[in-house]
């Protein structure tokens, strides 16, 4: 493969997650279709496909680059102080998206093989943000206690029991104790 294809093929893959991104504000995530993005990127139907397996594929792929684009906390403070600055760091940056957010948290409970490998790396995101809020001496059950109260918390914002704005302050107390530091 040429340095060209791959320059042509860069460029289709930023222009379609471009179109995503701006029909998905436009239209929201239940009318989004992969054929109105590729419209939107100029490109073909076929040619889209080609990069997004599904819509599920395309929403968790989107949420991905917005995620890993985050700001990683600074790590100063107390141990508790540290991993609610991660959380606090990680729901502002889902927050400022709210038809991305809408639409990942189906996306991610989806069967599809390249969501599935894409669910992983999102959540080994969350767990290296934690362990480098956590620094040493956090045991194994601290780390796991923050990714479950951290994906619950999550999954309540995703089903409107809460917004990904509250998320951060609700989780606060939930991390000083599990973190020992109430």
């Known amino acids: 493969m ?5 320059t042509r093929q860069a460029d ?20 989004l279709t992969i054929r109105s ?22 929403f968790v792929k989107l949420f991905w680059r917005h995620l890993s684009a985050a700001p990683v906390a600074e790590a100063t403070g107390s141990r508790a102080g540290r991993v ?17 957010a809408a639409a990942v948290t189906p996306a991610l409970l989806g069967s599809d ?12 995101e969350f767990a290296a943000r934690f362990e480098a809020a956590l620094g040493d001496g956090a045991g194994e059950a601290v780390r796991e206690a923050l990714l479950l109260a951290f994906s619950g918390a999550l999954l309540q914002a995703g089903m409107g029991l ?7 302050d609700r989780l606060a107390p939930v991390v000083a104790v599990i973190v020992g530091e109430e």
């Open 162 to 168: 809460m917004t990904y704005d509250e998320m951060a």
């Open 113 to 124: 093989s390249g969501v599935e490998r894409l669910r992983l790396r999102i959540g080994a």
């Open 2 to 6: 040429s340095s060209a294809t791959s």
């Open 12 to 31: 289709t893959v930023e222009r379609l997650f471009a179109a995503a991104m701006a029909e998905l504000r436009e239209v929201g995530h239940e009318a």
């Open 37 to 58: 993005v590729a419209v939107r990127a100029g490109v073909s139907s076929a040619t889209a496909y080609t990069y997004l397996a599904s819509r599920n594929h395309l």
């Open 84 to 100: 609610q600055e991660a959380v606090r760091s990680l729901t502002t940056r889902i927050a400022e998206e709210p038809e991305l």
